[in-house]
């Protein structure tokens, strides 16, 4: 099959200052109910390149959302085994634990995507036909639905032409996407990336942690208000 993957959540230029960005107001007022709270710090290293949400602000820079939280891992996990060939982000990534990773997976799946403002300069009519042989991995429109498969629509147009070529001269070691680029020219790398830029991502399917606040609300359900349960078939928690 046909993989015609380009976007790589979580690579920067290596010139790139990472220095986590000052505290926020708004960053200051998070708690223990927050389900992300665990791993907001360990994120702050991302925020200057992919955004708060993980929606890039720069040119150049990959959106993280909209990607599923396995096909995230599997690509972080590539910087730290060299199959992507990244000095930053193999450093950064190596000083995460797996369970960290997994759940910046899900921060980035549960937050709403926002096309990137670096469209192409290609021509979109071109790149739509070219993407009809990405459709089987990626999705109609770049919107991939499987959960190894990276959506592609609304992706920066600059990041997805350096990620085609990367496949192409093995810089990112994958088969598949090799086979899939290495006919592709200059031009065609460049329309399709005019094509996606300009799709919309769409959310994937996943569902977000709940607040201890909502576990709390589920609960009191059958155990009662603060868990004092009334009814002789459910247990007091209280």
């Known amino acids: 099959d046909v993989v015609a993957v380009s976007d790589e959540p979580g690579e920067a230029d290596e010139s790139t ?13 998070l708690d223990d109910d927050d389900p992300f709270f665990a791993i907001r710090e360990p994120m702050r290293r991302c925020i200057k390149c992919h955004g708060e949400t993980g929606n890039a602000p720069g040119s150049g820079m990959p959106n993280l959302s ?22 930053l982000m193999k450093r950064l990534v190596a000083n995460l634990d797996e369970e960290t990773i997994k759940q910046m997976g899900v921060f ?13 300069e290609g021509d979109a009519i071109v790149g739509r036909r070219l993407a009809e042989d990405c459709e089987s991995c990626h999705g109609e429109n770049g919107n991939a639905k499987g ?91 209280a």
Not at 74 to 87: E, F, K, P, Q
Not at 108 to 120: I, M
């Open 147 to 237: 959960a190894s498969m990276p959506t592609i629509a609304g992706q920066d147009a600059k990041y997805f032409i350096k990620g085609m070529t990367h496949y192409k001269n093995g810089e990112r070691k994958h088969q598949n996407m090799f086979d899939a680029v290495v006919d592709l020219s200059e031009q065609d790398m460049i329309d399709l990336a005019t094509y996606y830029a300009a799709e919309e991502p769409r959310r994937r399917d996943v569902r977000a942690p709940l607040k201890s606040t909502e576990w709390i609300t589920r609960c009191e359900r059958c155990h009662g208000l603060d868990g004092n349960s009334s009814d002789p078939r459910y247990p007091m928690l």
């Open 66 to 87: 909209a990607q599923h939280p396995d096909y995230f891992v599997t690509s972080m996990m590539a910087y730290v085994d060299g199959s992507r060939n990244h000095r």
């Open 17 to 29: 200052e990472t220095s986590a960005p000052t505290e926020t107001a708004e960053q200051s007022s």
């Open 108 to 120: 980035y799946a549960v937050q709403d995507p926002v096309k990137s403002d670096t469209q192409g």
